[in-house]
């Protein structure tokens, strides 16, 4: 027990003697550069958006305790239940949203180039005209339902997901409105005709609903549930977003296994293998929803949904074997990849950067003209390229090869009739721009298609499209990179197919196959992802002979990119403010210790504080977490713990723990609250201080912090090396960690032997492996010497 004053905190609470917790009796500045605590002012606004750090650490305090002593032995088995029912909500849910995106974005698109190609047959100004008019409604929806109600779903909102992950929450990205943004700003992007995809906005839209799932709801907009409230804390949150995360990748290119992959590679720092489970069986059940939604679309009943409604390029009938011959080219389309991927990168870093920094400070109206301005440039450039194209005659074609030439308007196909003069004609440049992105990527994939598309217009379609990306990404519209990304490269790779096909004029090449590798290429070199998107391209185009070309390309084209910056993610995670922490520590980490780390004041609160002085610490410091030192027997000041502001705050508010005596509080207050009254809101904020309103009176007052801090936080020896910190920060999912001096005793040292425990029938007992300590715990060693047993406490070691 810890006593500090005249009263004593029961329960355990209190904490060892050790040596860390001891502060120099000087003055209050030494005495905070003397516990530095390595991340006390971890998360408070960084460079752009505010940021704050998740509480993944269990704050093992008194209304803790009481909670999980109160657990029913039924509790366990319930909440068990309810992750695996969640799981199964959550791929249900973002199946949902996938498949009424993918219509409501077919359907939008096959109607536009119904009416566009049945009016150009009478006056090509009055089509155009038409064509322009209906994206720019389509995409100024988008801007305008994100700027004006959900400013958080522009973007992909991967980086974001991905830094809340890393153990960072951005305010607003799990919010029920961002949900709504993400789903109808999606479709009016993409079915606009914007250089930009619905694949990223999807995971994040499966991170929203899983989000909102686990908080029961939205309270503010009365869509909420009390009996679901049962993940409260952020390690139980997070669990469920990378269900999300894996669902929206597995909706978005019906790859269950890819999806998998992706949470485990891009996006989350921490892993086990439960969660592996539950992530898998979420990404089945939305293979199970998306497959049974495109069976009864095959009937007919999903009006201009064809079969590019969902992501799957089956070129399983394409090349079926490669020779060694091949492998030189495909490495040259890797080392493409991997230039322009980077390149891809550099420019939209740069263009981002302008947009924040002069164009989007100057209000929402700017925002929307930029959109609405960038819709019209791409709708003029899809319009006009394509009328400096000669037609072509239609090939001939096989008669069960299930290709119609030219294609009836409104409905996917290879041979698109622009403009030209005779039927059985068509243009190559507008099969690719009047097609949706889906179409034109199964176009460029699909074999016995030789001669299809000239490389004229190959490169013209590659120079306008890739500066288009580079000029869309960044818009205030929900915006994902992966079709484009694989837009661009299965062209730039049918492009050396096509080359190949002319020098290896004996061998069985198919065009796109080479389509194929260059998409892989470029998103490997762009996105730097390899196992995941290796699996993704895979499972999408339904052969798996193609897996050794899709390696080499990826680790190719990865290696290139790596050479120049880094990923896409990651880059704009980082312009956004959101502090990543990367998989590895800097080398340069090596050779800082954590004591040096340690640059920021150290704010400590003493354990019995004023509330007068409380409020003025938390409005002077931006800090998120304060150590909470009290007096020894002897005077000495000791560091009983770590309190967060978030728990102050709702202390305050409260009111109910305040009390006139200085000292110590007795066990009755404790039970005034419980372990709920301080968990965060997911979607929101939270409390701040300025929401606080206190009387003279109830200033003068005084708060016993003992019974709400953690009292059992992380510490590190301040000689430490920083990458040793980081290593552990970053695997235990940290928010601090305390930084004190080497101590000078051992009390006892844990090995794998002793951390497995052996349970003898009754739950509530439990046998320690370690025969020194049994004894120890039995009293058969001590034979009751009291002084004999504090010295073996002090020096013990467990082996």
């Known amino acids: 027990m810890l006593s500090g004053g005249d009263g004593e905190v029961p329960d355990g609470i209190g904490m060892a003697r050790l040596p860390w917790t001891r502060l120099p009796a000087t003055d209050a500045e030494e005495a905070g550069a003397s516990a530095s605590a390595a991340a006390a002012a971890d998360d408070e606004l960084f460079s752009g958006a505010a940021v704050e750090s998740l509480d993944y650490e269990v704050i093992e305090n008194y209304a803790y305790r009481e909670e999980q002593a109160q657990r029913s032995k039924f509790w366990v088995p319930y909440y068990v239940m309810l992750k695996w029912l969640f799981a199964l909500l959550i791929g249900v849910g973002t199946g949902l949203a996938a498949i009424f995106i993918n219509l409501a974005v077919e359907n939008f698109s096959g109607w536009k180039y119904t009416v566009t190609f049945a009016i150009i047959r009478h006056s090509y100004f009055v089509g155009f005209l038409v064509y322009t008019l209906i994206n720019l409604a389509l995409v100024f929806s988008s801007v305008y339902i994100v700027t004006n109600f959900a400013p958080a779903a522009a973007g992909s909102g991967i980086p974001e997901i991905k830094g809340y992950l890393n153990g960072v929450d951005t305010h607003g990205i799990l919010l029920f409105r961002t949900l709504v943004g993400k789903i109808f700003g999606s479709i009016g992007s993409v079915g606009g005709g914007l250089a930009l995809g619905k694949e990223g906005p999807l995971v994040h839209t499966g991170a929203c609903i899983a989000s909102l799932l686990g908080q029961g709801g939205s309270a503010k907009y009365h869509l909420s549930s009390r009996w679901v409230r049962i993940f409260e804390s952020d390690r139980d949150r997070r669990d469920l977003v990378t269900c999300g995360c894996a669902a929206g990748v597995a909706a978005a290119f019906r790859a269950p296994v890819g999806g998998v992959l992706f949470a485990l590679e891009e996006v989350t720092s921490w892993w086990r293998s439960h969660l592996m489970w539950r992530v898998f069986f979420t990404s089945a059940v939305v293979a199970v929803v998306v497959r049974s939604a495109m069976n009864w679309c095959n009937s007919g009943k999903c009006g201009h949904f064809g079969a590019g409604g969902f992501i799957i390029w089956d070129i399983s009938g394409g090349q079926e074997d490669y020779s060694y011959q091949e492998l030189l080219p495909m490495a040259i389309i890797g080392v493409i990849g991997g230039l322009l991927g980077a390149l891809f990168n550099q420019l939209t870093l740069y263009l981002t950067k302008w947009r924040r920094t002069y164009l989007h400070k100057k209000g929402k109206r700017v925002k929307i003209f930029e959109a609405c301005l960038i819709s019209l440039l791409t709708s003029t450039i899809s319009f006009v390229l394509p009328l400096l194209r000669k037609c072509s005659p239609c090939p001939e074609l096989e008669a069960n090869s299930g290709i119609e030439c030219p294609h009836r308007p409104g409905t996917d196909g290879n041979f698109v009739n622009f403009y030209c003069s005779k039927d059985k004609e068509y243009n190559d440049l507008a099969t690719i721009f009047f097609n949706t992105q889906d179409d034109a990527i199964r176009n460029l994939f699909s074999a016995k298609t030789f001669h299809e598309y000239s490389a004229q217009s190959l490169i013209t379609f590659l120079v306008m499209f890739y500066s288009l990306a580079v000029v869309t990404f960044g818009t205030a519209v929900p915006a994902g990179q992966f079709v484009p990304g694989i837009m661009i490269g299965s062209t730039y790779g049918r492009l050396v197919g096509m080359f190949v096909v002319k020098f290896y004029k004996k061998l069985n090449i198919e065009e796109g196959t080479y389509a194929l590798l260059g998409a892989a290429s470029f998103l490997g070199g762009s996105m730097r992802m390899t196992v995941s998107l290796c699996v993704i391209m895979v499972e999408i185009t339904n052969n798996l002979q193609l897996l050794p070309l899709i390696m080499l390309v990826l680790l190719v084209s990865k290696a290139v990119g790596d050479l120049f910056n880094e990923g896409l993610y990651e880059q704009q995670a980082r312009l956004r403010g959101i502090p990543l922490l990367d998989s590895r520590p800097k080398q340069v980490m090596r050779n ?62 409260a009111k109910v723990d305040f009390q006139n005596s200085p000292f110590p509080c007795g066990p009755g207050i404790l039970n005034r609250h419980n372990f709920s009254d301080f968990v965060k809101p997911a979607s929101s904020k939270g409390k701040s201080i300025d929401d606080i309103h206190l009387t003279e009176d ?67 007992t439990t046998e320690l492996q370690s025969t020194s300590v049994r004894r120890l715990l039995n009293g058969k060693m001590l034979g009751g010497n009291a002084h004999l047993e504090r010295r073996l406490l002090d020096n013990l070691v467990i082996e």
């Open 592 to 653: 800082i210790n954590a004591k040096d780390a340690c640059k920021q004041k150290v704010v400590c609160l003493p354990r019995v504080s004023r509330v007068v002085d409380i409020i003025s610490v938390l409005r002077t410091n931006k800090h998120n977490g304060f150590p909470v030192v009290d007096r020894g027997q002897n005077g000495e000041s000791l560091v009983i713990g770590l309190i967060l502001r978030s728990h102050l705050v709702v202390l305050l508010q």
């Open 698 to 764: 109830e200033l003068g007052l005084y708060l016993d912090l003992a019974p709400f801090l953690n009292p059992s936080p992380y510490i590190v020896p301040e000689d430490m090396s920083l990458a040793k910190v980081y290593n552990l920060f970053r695997q235990l999912g940290l928010r601090h960690m305390f930084v004190v001096p080497r101590p000078s005793r051992v009390v006892g040292l844990i090995t794998r032997k002793d951390l497995l425990l052996e349970e003898n029938g009754n739950t509530a």
